[in-house]
């Protein structure tokens, strides 16, 4: 009894009753033992204090000249059903008792009641209250040891998940692969993990000046042995190129291999198997070298418009591989190149007719950029079953010259800019998604270019300017000592765009872009980030003080 009067001192007794008389030995009975004790004449004033008090026990009369006491218990049990409730009646009505025991009351004391009926009431309401308690304690101490599990759980999944994007090398990240006086070949990576714990990996390496490498792991299986096994094995190849460039050896695709292929067999299972592309890109020489082991056909559409399939020319790694080959083809009659991990072909189709390898050569051909492949694949796909790796390099001819600009690094005209080329838009294109995002991505590339590039404004100083109301001012004193220009050449071709924008600043590490389009929040070049979302994609120089962007007409 002693833990239950300590319990009444923690609560609130919400008492109704019309008389006067009773409302008063409810103080005497209760004003020691309770927190608080609310007192109510009718059911309309206990429901406003109800609702503007936490109430835990409620005793309530039958008979109001308003609502009636099973009235109000009803309203109250539509949002609690577990408040004890202590009905009080001098009638035995069975209808009126049956529709009490469907509203759940805790007990029932009949008028004129003792003082030992109500405390036996509010003893058996407290201990109710103490269980519910109880039960909502473990229950949470159950939740919070689950939660805390699952978290442990999801917190060394990203953990893993960050370290598997930390071994990845991308030395093209959305930098541009090539450009010559009339061409751009532009490089897009998808990566797209079906779960936390993916199999697949890859790699984008610039081994020199002409040549390039680019690779695709797949660690066959599911879960983490897969995963390992990829991560190892991408460490590895891109521990070794970071040794040739620090050693000055030179570089040799069948020597790289090799190592590679000894070092794997050092952890492979008996039973597992690994899929490797090797791609290396030679721009002097304009070939092709490869090799492939178990991984789907490299896709090439040629001059022709027609696509073309190398398969694979090894089996799968295994601890068994003794040998491997290479080969080589020229690429001068190439006009995109696709090689991908077989999860994307192994996707199903949303309708059941089949996997997505039925349609991978059509929208391959149909498709510039990555981000126009992505959304092909997912149109087609639905909900992703595996994971999508993928390298697409698509060389651009840049034979038809829309017009050029060059600007002076000023707002004034930045602005007159961004008019000239809405007014090419309007005379180029019909399509209202790209009439609504190309000048947005325009704009803010052009103001990176004429803040950040020309006029050496970082996004740190930006920010602290604006914050003090000092920008517009600060740009006007830079203006006047600046005399950079800006270039400006818009191109058509194929259905699409090409917009270059350079200029004459100091360039940036496009890797912080990572931070941009990743999970930071707290980043600058927010006007970079609105531009990828706005356009096909957008392509850097090695400086990065030059962008290209593509928008489809």
Request: with cysteine.
């Amino acid at each position: 009894m002693n833990k239950v009067r300590d319990h009444l001192k923690t609560l609130t007794l919400l008492c109704v009753d019309s008389s006067t008389v009773i409302n008063t030995i409810y103080e005497g009975i209760f004003h020691i033992l309770f927190k608080e004790i609310v007192i109510a004449n009718n059911c309309e004033d206990a429901l406003d204090i109800y609702q503007e008090k936490k109430i835990d026990i409620i005793i309530t009369a039958q008979v109001f000249s308003g609502k009636t006491g099973l009235e109000m218990i009803k309203i109250v049990r539509e949002t609690n059903e577990d408040i004890p409730i202590i009905f009080v009646s001098s009638f035995r009505d069975i209808d009126l008792l049956s529709e009490a025991i469907k509203l759940k009351v805790t007990s029932f004391v009949k008028k004129p009641f003792e003082t030992t009926d109500i405390l036996n009431s509010i003893e058996i309401a407290t201990k109710q209250l103490i269980a519910q308690n109880h039960i909502k304690d473990e229950r949470k101490k159950e939740l919070d040891k689950l939660k805390s599990k699952v978290d442990y759980s999801d917190y060394q999944e990203n953990l893993s998940f960050q370290k598997a994007l930390k071994v990845i090398r991308n030395d093209f990240y959305y930098k541009q692969l090539k450009e010559t006086k009339n061409s751009i070949t532009i490089l897009d990576i998808l990566y797209n993990a079906k779960d936390i714990i993916s199999g697949d990996t890859y790699s984008t390496r610039k081994i020199d000046n002409h040549r390039n490498l680019f690779f695709i792991i797949d660690g066959m299986g599911k879960g983490l042995s897969a995963s390992i096994t990829a991560m190892l094995t991408v460490t590895f190849i891109n521990r070794r190129l970071d040794a040739n460039k620090e050693e000055n050896i030179e570089f040799a695709l069948n020597d790289l291999i090799e190592k590679t292929i000894k070092h794997i067999q050092k952890f492979l299972l008996e039973e597992e198997i690994l899929s490797i592309s090797f791609v290396l890109v030679d721009t002097g020489k304009k070939h092709i070298e490869y090799s492939s082991f178990s991984m789907p056909p490299i896709l090439i559409l040629d001059s022709k418009n027609e696509v073309k399939s190398i398969k694979a020319n090894n089996p799968p790694l295994s601890c068994y591989t003794q040998r491997f080959k290479t080969d080589k083809f020229f690429y001068t009659d190439i006009e995109k190149l696709l090689f991908y991990s077989d999860g994307l072909v192994e996707n199903s189709l949303k309708d059941g007719s089949g996997t997505y390898s039925e349609h991978i050569k059509d929208d391959f051909k149909n498709s510039i950029t990555r981000e126009e492949l992505r959304k092909k694949i997912i149109s087609k796909i639905g909900e992703q079953e595996d994971d999508i790796t993928f390298i697409l390099m698509t060389n651009i001819y840049l034979h038809n010259l829309v017009d050029s600009l060059v600007i002076n690094s000023t707002l004034k005209d930045t602005e007159e800019a961004n008019i000239w080329f809405e007014n090419i838009l309007n005379k180029t294109t019909k399509n209202k998604d790209t009439l609504n995002s190309a000048p947005l991505a325009f704009t803010e590339l052009l103001l990176n270019a004429y803040e950040h590039g020309n006029l050496g404004l970082s996004g740190e100083k930006k920010h602290l300017l604006m914050k003090e109301d000092r920008y517009f001012d600060f740009l006007a004193r830079k203006e006047l000592s600046c005399s950079k220009k800006i270039y400006i050449d818009v191109y058509n071709f194929d259905n699409h765009l090409l917009v270059k924008i350079k200029d004459e600043g100091d360039g940036f590490d496009t890797k912080i872009l990572a931070n941009i389009f990743g999970i930071n929040k707290s980043f600058n070049r927010r006007g970079i980030l609105m531009s990828r979302n706005s356009t096909s994609g957008i392509y850097y120089n090695d400086k990065a003080n030059q962008v290209s962007f593509i928008i489809k007409t």
